[in-house]
């Protein structure tokens, strides 16, 4: 078995009276995409907030490479290697598909507000740009405006500008949502492609997509984790049959 890189021990975020993430454990492998799939509101965006920094656990712990990392803001766990995408989307309309990503790689370069001054500094963030563009897919629209492009480029374009931050693991909230079966087809094979290189928490609701790719599942509901363990077992849990998958059909 693969060595785990990222660890939550009862993590668990209250709103209030709401208990939007309860007692959840889970493990992520080396190298493997564990998809986190639920109902609306299920707790999921929460989740990937505590594990990006954007939200604080209100008990709980989040271990990524054997580190506590519970607490840490956005930018200190960003640092250590842990690359985010938001639900919507998250682009500089105006920008090409490029600048977009040197803004994306220079935000986690050391002493990133004064960048330009130094002209090595300057080539370090457009190569780290033009890597993720090509490991994107998107090297053939550099030049181009980014608001100008189809809504699924827009979102390729995303995952791009969270690889520019060069980091080891990604969090991806919902990646293909809003797209049509060709678009999203796209992006799932990127995914299983990058997932040779890189671990993977990825939110989706798109059920094709998570079974084809993700190798862990974590099912939540109501805050709650009803399973989480390899793609199989879970999805032949009892539980996650009865709650989720009917006989078979697509229920959210
Ligand atoms: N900042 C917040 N303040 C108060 N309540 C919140 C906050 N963020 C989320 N919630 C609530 O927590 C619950 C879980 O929300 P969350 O966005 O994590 O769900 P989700 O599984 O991502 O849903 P979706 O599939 O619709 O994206 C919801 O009831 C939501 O209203
Ligand atoms: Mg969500």
Redesign the pocket.
């Given at each position: 078995m693969s060595a785990i890189i990222l660890e939550t021990r009862g993590l668990t975020k209250t709103?209030g009276g709401?208990t939007?993430v309860n007692d959840i454990s889970l493990q992520v492998a080396a190298r493997e995409i564990h998809a986190i799939i639920?109902p609306?509101?299920?707790?999921?965006?929460?989740m990937v907030n505590l594990l990006s920094g954007h939200l604080r656990p209100s008990s709980g712990q989040v271990i990524f490479n054997g580190q506590d990392i519970t607490g840490l803001a956005p930018n200190r766990v960003s640092h250590l290697g842990v690359g985010r995408s938001f639900?919507r989307t998250n682009i500089f309309p105006s920008f090409s598909c490029l600048e977009n990503c040197m803004l994306a790689a220079q935000s986690r370069m050391k002493n990133s507000f004064r960048f330009f001054r130094r002209s090595e500094s300057y080539r370090a963030v457009c190569e780290r740009a033009e890597k993720a563009l090509e490991l994107c897919g998107l090297s053939h629209r550099r030049e181009r405006i980014a608001g100008s492009m189809s809504y699924g480029e827009q979102r390729q374009l995303e995952i791009g500008m969270v690889l520019a931050t060069e980091p080891s693991f990604l969090l991806l909230d919902e990646p293909m949502a809003g797209m049509g079966k060709e678009e999203s087809s796209r992006v799932v094979e990127l995914l299983a492609e990058l997932s040779r290189e890189y671990s993977m928490v990825l939110v989706e609701h798109d059920m094709d997509a998570v079974f084809s790719i993700a190798k862990t599942l974590t099912v939540m509901v109501n805050g709650q984790m009803l399973a989480s363990g390899p793609l199989d077992r879970v999805r032949n849990d009892p539980a996650v049959q009865e709650a989720y998958l009917g006989d078979g059909e697509e229920q959210f």
């Amino acid at each position: 078995m693969s060595a785990i890189i990222l660890e939550t021990r009862g993590l668990t975020k209250t709103f209030g009276g709401l208990t939007a993430v309860n007692d959840i454990s889970l493990q992520v492998a080396a190298r493997e995409i564990h998809a986190i799939i639920g109902p609306n509101g299920a707790g999921k965006s929460t989740m990937v907030n505590l594990l990006s920094g954007h939200l604080r656990p209100s008990s709980g712990q989040v271990i990524f490479n054997g580190q506590d990392i519970t607490g840490l803001a956005p930018n200190r766990v960003s640092h250590l290697g842990v690359g985010r995408s938001f639900q919507r989307t998250n682009i500089f309309p105006s920008f090409s598909c490029l600048e977009n990503c040197m803004l994306a790689a220079q935000s986690r370069m050391k002493n990133s507000f004064r960048f330009f001054r130094r002209s090595e500094s300057y080539r370090a963030v457009c190569e780290r740009a033009e890597k993720a563009l090509e490991l994107c897919g998107l090297s053939h629209r550099r030049e181009r405006i980014a608001g100008s492009m189809s809504y699924g480029e827009q979102r390729q374009l995303e995952i791009g500008m969270v690889l520019a931050t060069e980091p080891s693991f990604l969090l991806l909230d919902e990646p293909m949502a809003g797209m049509g079966k060709e678009e999203s087809s796209r992006v799932v094979e990127l995914l299983a492609e990058l997932s040779r290189e890189y671990s993977m928490v990825l939110v989706e609701h798109d059920m094709d997509a998570v079974f084809s790719i993700a190798k862990t599942l974590t099912v939540m509901v109501n805050g709650q984790m009803l399973a989480s363990g390899p793609l199989d077992r879970v999805r032949n849990d009892p539980a996650v049959q009865e709650a989720y998958l009917g006989d078979g059909e697509e229920q959210f």
